[in-house]
């Protein structure tokens, strides 16, 4: 089964679950590091890593199909310099200690899939972004060109490598939506700012399928937009929110009253006030095919 071994890094977050669940249907076999290891019933190995140094785990890239890279800490918190600081670390850190494992074993993974964020592009308003488009200016941005830097820094190799910069993806139990549901469903479901900010959405089930893809299809090499095709507005994204929830009206949140949320909860407005319009070309031009397209029927499906 080693041909068949799948190492997701960091993959106990949301996206790392669903990826696992979905691979362990397709019969692969998952190892996922984490800081935590358990015990398991479903078939995935945890093995223990730390994120920065080589240990025990390193052994199970030898021969693998794949490693997936989900590693890094949340940014659903105060961009405070010590945050920031973890922030980029925990990435930069993760692609260092992978680069050095890769190319210490005797037959190393076939492929490399990293994740990245759409934030690369900085807010851009309503201009498109496509994978050719520059890095923009910003904290976040800057984390994302760090990040970004080190892993298609790292030397040559056999292995694949595919870079997917990931947009807001959409599913009922994790994630931004998560958060954004519960607002509504209290009646403060309205639109952020000025609402004219984008959102790059994507449904649960293309992301898991841009993993696939990314994994088992030898065409796919570089960076790629993880996003949705139809890119909308927060008061869009928030106006259809409220349509599959039966809130047919929120009171909209000016921008005073999303720093004093974003206070409260703990995190940071920027994440609500900014946004980037972007498009899944080179996915696209390489045929992929959305289930979900549509903002309204990813909706619906997640919501039922």
Not at 28 to 52: C, F, H, I, M, Q
Not at 59 to 86: F, K
Not at 152 to 168: A, D, E, F, H
Request: proline share 5%.
């Amino acid at each position: 089964m080693n041909g068949r071994r799948i190492v997701l890094a960091g993959g106990s977050g949301f996206l790392g679950r669903a990826l696992a669940e979905k691979l362990g249907v397709k019969n692969y076999k998952v190892v996922l590091l984490t800081r935590s290891p358990r015990e398991r019933e479903d078939g995935v190995k945890e093995v223990a890593w730390n994120g920065r140094t080589l240990g025990d785990w390193v052994q199970y890239l030898d021969d693998a199909c794949a490693i997936v890279n989900l590693t890094g800490r949340s940014v659903n918190c105060r961009h405070t310099p010590e945050n920031v600081r973890e922030i980029n670390e925990s990435r930069i850190n993760s692609v260092n200690a992978l680069a050095t494992a890769i190319h210490s074993v005797t037959h190393p993974p076939r492929v490399w899939v990293q994740a990245g964020s759409l934030a690369f592009y900085g807010d851009l308003e309503d201009q498109w972004c496509d994978e050719n488009t520059p890095f923009g200016q910003g904290k976040a941005v800057e984390t994302c060109r760090l990040w970004e830097n080190a892993f298609t820094t790292v030397p040559p190799s056999k292995t694949r490598r595919v870079l997917l910069r990931i947009g807001i993806v959409l599913a009922r139990d994790g994630g931004a939506l998560s958060v954004l549901g519960k607002l509504t469903k209290r009646f403060l479901g309205g639109a952020a700012g000025n609402g004219r900010q984008y959102v790059s959405w994507i449904h649960l089930e293309d992301m898991n399928q841009m993993w696939i893809e990314s994994i088992e299809r030898d065409d796919l090499v570089g960076v790629f937009n993880a996003t949705g095709p139809n890119p909308v507005t927060n008061a869009e994204f928030m106006r259809e929110l409220r349509r599959a929830l039966y809130r047919p009206w929120c009171p909209p949140a000016p921008i005073w009253a999303v720093r004093l949320g974003s206070w409260w909860m703990q995190t940071e407005p920027s994440l609500a006030l900014t946004g980037r319009r972007c498009e899944p070309r080179r996915f696209l031009q390489a045929g992929f095919k959305f289930q979900f397209p549509e903002l309204r029927g990813a909706l619906k499906d997640i919501y039922g």
